[in-house]
C-alpha cells in the first residue's frame, strides 16, 4: 500500500475530516448548553413569578398586574420574547416540571441564585478538554426520568409538551423525543397527530405505564403498526378520484415524513417491487426492512374499502418473501395494507390466527385527526374486539335481531 506523502490532497483530506469532526462536535455541544441554559432560565423565571405570587396575595388581579409590569420592563431591557403569554407559560413551566432538576427540588434550591443555577448548568454542559466527542447523556440513562432536565429537550420542546394534558403521553413524548432524536418541529408533529393516543388505544393499564416510562417498545409485530396512519403532510385532498399511484408518488416523494410517521426502526427498500411466477408479473407497492424485528415489511396500498381480495392478496405478496427473500437470520415477513376504509369483521374472517400474526391493516387519513375522531376510533374497535370475543366463545349462539 502507497505511504501517503505529507501535503498530499489525501492527507489534506484527512485532516480536513478531522478539523470538521472537531467543529460538528463543538457545535453540537455548544447548542446543547445554549439550550439547557435557556431552559433553566425559563424555568427559574417560573419560579420567581410563582413564589411572588405565594406571598400572601394570590388574586387575580394581582396576578395579572405582576406579569404586565415584568412583561413591560422585561420587554424594555431585553426585547421580545417577554410577552405576558409567555411569562403566563413561565410559570406553568415551573407548575408543570415541578421536579424539572430532580433531587435539588428543597430549601437549599432556593437559596441559589439564578446566576449560579445558570453558571452550573453551563458547567455541566462544558466540553471536556481532553475530548470534544458528544454528551454521553444525550441518550436515555438510568438515572434520568421524565419530567427531569435532559440536555437533548429544548425549550421550543418543552413549550410543546406544556400544551400535553395528560402526564402519561407527556412522559411518552418526552422518551421518544430522545431516544429517536426528534427535532422540535417533528415533536410537535408526533403530539399534534395524536401519537400516544393511537398507539396507546389497544393497551391494557399495564401496557399504557410501560408505555409512558419506556417509550414505544417492539415486543411482537403488531407494536409495530399505528391505526390510524396519519399523512397529513402528503398535503393531498381527501378525495374519492385519489388513485393509489398518485398516494404512492406523494408518499416516496415525502419519504422522510413518512419513515417518521412509521417509526423507528423501517428502512426504505423499493418500490412496485415485481415478483414473477412462471411469467407472470406482480408489484408490490411498497417494501421496508425493520432493522429491530429483523424482518421485511411490505405495504399495499388502498383507495378505497379493504376487500377480502386484498387481503388475499398481500398474504401471496409475504409468503413468496417468506420463500424466496428471506435469509437466515430473517424473521417472517409482515404485510400491512394501507386503507380509507375497511370493515373489521371482514379483517377478522378473512385472516386465521397464524395469518393475523403476519398480516396487519390499517386506515390512512390525509388529515390530523381530532381527539373526538380518535375516541369514536377507540369505541368502534372495542365494540368489534367485544363482538368478537362473543362470536369465539358462543358460536352457536344465534344472532339477535336489532
Keep these: 500500500m502507497k505511504k501517503k506523502e505529507p501535503g498530499s490532497s489525501m492527507t489534506r483530506m484527512a485532516l480536513y475530516d478531522r478539523v470538521r469532526q472537531i467543529l460538528e462536535s463543538a457545535r453540537s455541544s455548544a447548542s446543547r448548553s445554549v439550550n439547557t441554559v435557556q431552559v433553566m432560565a425559563n424555568w427559574l423565571i417560573g419560579r420567581e413569578i410563582v413564589e411572588e405570587e405565594q406571598k400572601g396575595r394570590r388574586r387575580a388581579e394581582y396576578g395579572k398586574q405582576l406579569l404586565l409590569d415584568l412583561s413591560t420592563r422585561l420587554t424594555a431591557d431585553y426585547g421580545r420574547g417577554y410577552s405576558v403569554d409567555n411569562l403566563e407559560l413561565f410559570r406553568r413551566f415551573f407548575l408543570e416540571y415541578n421536579d424539572l432538576r430532580g433531587s435539588e427540588k428543597s430549601d437549599a434550591l432556593r437559596r441559589i441564585s439564578i446566576d449560579d443555577s445558570i453558571s452550573a448548568a453551563m458547567r455541566r454542559k462544558s466540553m471536556d478538554n481532553t475530548s470534544l466527542q458528544l454528551p454521553q447523556n444525550c441518550s436515555l440513562n438510568k438515572s434520568w426520568q421524565p419530567g427531569r432536565l435532559h440536555p437533548s429537550l429544548s425549550w421550543t420542546h418543552y413549550r410543546a409538551y406544556l400544551r400535553v394534558d395528560k402526564p402519561l403521553a407527556r412522559s411518552f413524548y418526552e422518551i421518544e423525543a430522545i431516544k429517536n432524536n426528534w427535532t422540535a418541529r417533528e415533536t410537535e408533529r408526533q403530539i399534534n397527530s395524536l401519537l400516544f393516543e393511537r398507539l396507546a388505544k389497544s393497551k391494557d393499564k399495564a401496557g399504557l405505564m410501560r408505555l409512558a416510562q419506556k417509550g414505544q417498545e417492539f415486543q411482537k409485530p403488531e407494536d409495530v403498526f399505528k391505526d390510524p396512519v396519519v399523512m ?64 421485511y415489511v411490505l405495504i399495499d396500498l388502498k383507495v378505497g374499502k379493504l376487500s377480502h381480495q386484498d387481503l388475499g392478496q398481500l398474504q401471496f405478496y409475504v409468503n413468496y418473501f417468506d420463500r424466496e427473500r428471506t435469509t437466515a437470520g430473517d424473521n417472517p415477513t409482515l404485510g400491512l395494507i394501507l386503507c380509507t376504509d375497511k370493515n373489521d369483521a371482514v379483517v377478522q374472517y378473512t385472516l386465521g390466527e397464524e395469518q393475523k400474526k403476519q398480516i396487519f391493516s390499517s386506515r390512512y387519513k390525509l388529515h390530523l385527526p381530532t381527539e373526538a375522531e380518535l375516541k369514536a376510533e377507540i369505541r368502534r374497535e372495542l365494540r368489534m374486539l367485544s363482538a368478537g370475543g362473543t362470536r369465539r366463545t358462543s358460536p352457536k349462539r344465534k344472532r339477535s335481531r336489532a
Excluded: M, W
Design 232 to 295: 397529513e403532510f402528503l398535503g393531498l385532498p381527501e378525495s374519492p378520484r385519489l388513485v393509489e399511484s398518485n398516494l404512492e408518488t406523494a408518499l416516496i416523494n415525502n419519504l422522510q415524513n413518512f419513515l417518521l410517521e412509521l417509526g423507528k426502526g423501517f428502512a426504505f427498500v423499493a418500490r412496485q417491487h415485481r415478483l414473477t411466477l412462471d411469467g407472470d408479473h406482480f408489484y408490490v407497492d411498497l417494501v421496508f426492512y425493520h432493522t429491530i424485528l429483523k424482518c
